[in-house]
């Protein structure tokens, strides 16, 4: 569901950043000491380059000749909360559109909204959390990440509609492309909440402190041993970006196929509209530039696709998730204790 440049106006897709950045914003200004850890660190670095890897998998939905990704909102925010979440899933975000041309540039804020403030700052909290609150258990939370995963797709994918329409430079019937668009990602939805289920199960037995830190604030102890855990999840990591990635469908998505079926053409001959719009050929350059992998191929080969170039675009974006999730929550962590002392400081020079 990343949407390209080529279906947004500038007016629509500079006012979604906007959007998009004052979530993130806010998020870091209501992310507390606690929230980041010695061992949330690591987590929000695997986590975040776990769904790089997982959404580079994409299945099968059958019958349509369509196929489909997790969006990850929801799985990050029950691993995380709803602040570093958002975050984490900003970094993928940008790393896939940077460096592997996934997503365009100015539809950068929408794809953050879409599959990221909409499952983290809004799903999560009013949905998921609640169901939790009903009993914490594996049989909660499948139902919670099955009945939220589908919520969270279905409001993105009539986001992604919204915006569309109101950019007003593709020609596509309304009524149809919402009921392609609401009916495609339904379907995804409900493999997406089955994976997240299963993930989140496989945690909870693992480090049943993982979930109850980000659902109920729960510290996570610092006697529980976390490192073979953390080690564990860096090997699935890797196992599926390097490895069960080459396995993915080569059916369009759902939003492509959506369109193809509303339009009834092809997604490349929307992309023509990019050329006439000099701040979407600007952005459509820097992209050229920055992605050194595009298509999670290699640059050479965009022609004919290699046999390796899935697998190490998988670990190199894994790894770039890595540091950038990681890095973010460290530097965020620093500023957070620092800005804790300078009170504690100040009182101290008054009493003498």
């Given at each position: 569901m990343h949407m390209a440049d080529a279906l947004l106006s500038?007016?629509?897709?500079?006012?979604?950043?906007?959007?998009?950045?004052?979530?993130?914003?806010?998020?870091?200004?209501?992310?507390?000491?606690?929230?980041?850890?010695?061992?949330?660190?690591?987590?929000?670095?695997?986590?975040g380059a776990f769904v790089f890897a997982a959404q580079m998998i994409?299945?099968?939905?059958?019958?349509?000749?369509?196929?489909g990704h997790i969006g990850g909102g929801i799985l990050l925010a029950a691993l995380l909360g709803s602040y570093p979440a958002l975050l984490?899933?900003?970094?993928?975000?940008?790393?896939?559109?940077?460096?592997?041309?996934?997503?365009?540039?100015?539809?950068?804020g929408c794809n953050i909204f879409n599959l990221g403030v909409i499952p983290c700052l809004i799903v999560y909290p009013l949905l998921f959390k609640p169901l939790l609150k009903i009993k914490f258990n594996t049989s909660y939370i499948s139902i919670a990440s099955i009945v939220a995963a589908i919520v969270s797709l279905q409001l993105g994918a009539f986001g992604v509609v919204l915006q569309t329409q109101a950019s007003g430079i593709t020609e596509l019937p309304?009524?149809?492309?919402?009921?392609?668009?609401?009916?495609?990602?339904?379907?995804?939805?409900?493999?997406?909440?089955?994976?997240?289920?299963?993930?989140l199960r496989f945690v909870y037995k693992m480090e049943p402190q993982i979930l109850e830190n980000a659902n109920t604030k729960i510290l996570i102890g610092k006697m529980v041993p976390f490192r073979n855990k953390m080690i564990v999840l860096v090997?699935?990591?890797?196992?599926?970006?390097?490895?069960?990635?080459?396995?993915?469908?080569?059916?369009?998505?759902?939003?492509?196929w959506a369109i193809k079926k509303t339009a009834?053409?092809?997604?490349?001959?929307?992309?023509?509209?990019?050329?006439?719009?000099?701040?979407?050929?600007?952005?459509?350059?820097?992209?050229?530039?920055?992605?050194?992998?595009?298509?999670?191929?290699?640059?050479?080969?965009?022609?004919?696709?290699?046999?390796?170039?899935?697998?190490?675009?998988?670990?190199?974006?894994?790894c770039m998730t890595f540091i950038?999730?990681?890095?973010?929550?460290?530097?965020?962590?620093?500023?957070?204790?620092?800005?804790?002392?300078?009170?504690?400081l100040s009182k101290q020079n008054n009493n003498y």
């Open positions: 500038p007016a629509i897709a500079t006012t979604m950043c906007a959007v998009s950045a004052t979530a993130i914003g806010y998020s870091i200004a209501k992310i507390k000491k606690d929230d980041f850890s010695e061992k949330k660190i690591p987590l929000m670095a695997v986590a994409n299945f099968t939905i059958p019958g349509t000749g369509s196929s984490a899933i900003s970094s993928v975000l940008m790393i896939q559109c940077l460096f592997f041309a996934d997503g365009g540039l100015l539809a950068l309304f009524k149809t492309f919402t009921l392609l668009m609401q009916s495609i990602h339904l379907a995804i939805g409900v493999v997406e909440g089955i994976i997240t289920a299963g993930v090997a699935i990591t890797i196992a599926i970006g390097g490895g069960l990635s080459i396995f993915a469908s080569s059916y369009p998505d759902g939003l492509e009834n053409t092809s997604p490349h001959t929307i992309n023509e509209h990019e050329s006439k719009e000099p701040l979407l050929e600007t952005a459509s350059r820097i992209v050229n530039i920055t992605a050194f992998m595009p298509d999670y191929d290699y640059k050479s080969t965009r022609r004919q696709s290699s046999s390796t170039g899935t697998s190490v675009a998988g670990i190199i974006g894994s950038l999730a990681g890095g973010t929550a460290f530097i965020i962590s620093i500023i957070k204790k620092k800005r804790r002392s300078i009170p504690v």
